[in-house]
T-cell receptor, first 112, second 114 residues
């Protein structure tokens, strides 16, 4: 079983739609959680950290469920510019080092 | 503000040739540094990470090596490239205990081994 699992998609949605992605992780000792966005042939860029109480940044809402070990990302009022691959990332700390485990990503296409 | 540089941006190398990719970070001190590889259509694979000068941890056995000669410099090398070394190589930094432990990436080097 992969440490971080995501549905690869693609999710094809019309402009203005609401779309949600889920991600599950296997290590219950994971400590920090993130969503990154990666455009084609570019580096991943931090979209938002995911906090236990849930957090929102404009049209984006992230949720964490530690009991069920999953993370979600909700995008409201989708824009064409939201088309990208969204990476779920889990961080674990051991012996003073931080390791980041990446999911393989969920591809989103927002259609005009 | 912190910035991270990688070069070259693209590279085409023959099988069996050597490799040296460089990553430098500006605007911060004592970062943790990471090398990842992303094969076409695949996820990010952690190759090496470093918590300080001269300290390298390897995640997967392979024909690559890494070095950290200075605090803000991280180098990825190979003596003889394989076809399977093709991919998108990303350097990343992180400051332990700062903020939410976010990790930030350089622009990457796209390597094609022929």
């Amino acid at each position: 079983r992969k440490e971080v699992e995501q549905d690869p998609g693609p999710f094809n949605v019309p402009e203005g739609a609401t779309v949600a992605f889920n991600c599950t992780y296997s290590n219950s000792a994971s400590q920090s959680f993130f969503w990154y966005r990666q455009d084609c042939r570019k580096e991943p860029k931090l979209l938002m950290s995911v906090y236990s109480s849930g957090n929102e940044d404009g049209r984006f809402t992230a949720q964490l469920n530690r009991a069920s070990q999953y993370i979600s990302l909700l995008i409201r009022d989708s824009k064409l510019s939201d088309s990208a691959t969204y990476l779920c990332v889990v961080n674990k700390i051991g012996f003073g080092t931080y390791k980041y485990i990446f999911g393989t990503g969920t591809r989103l296409k927002v259609l005009a | 503000s912190q910035t991270i540089h990688q070069w070259p941006a693209t590279l085409v190398q023959p099988v069996g040739s050597p490799l040296s990719l460089e990553c430098t970070v500006e605007g911060t001190s004592n970062p943790n540094l990471y090398w990842y590889r992303q094969a076409a259509g695949r996820g990010l694979q952690l190759l090496f990470y470093s918590v300080g000068i001269g300290q390298i941890s390897s995640e997967v056995p392979q024909n690559l090596s890494a070095s950290r000669p200075q605090d803000r410099q991280f180098i990825l090398s190979s003596k003889k490239l394989l076809l399977s070394d093709s991919g998108f190589y990303l350097c990343a930094w992180h400051i332990p205990g700062q903020g939410g432990n976010e990790q930030f990436f350089g622009p990457g080097t796209r390597l094609t081994v022929l």
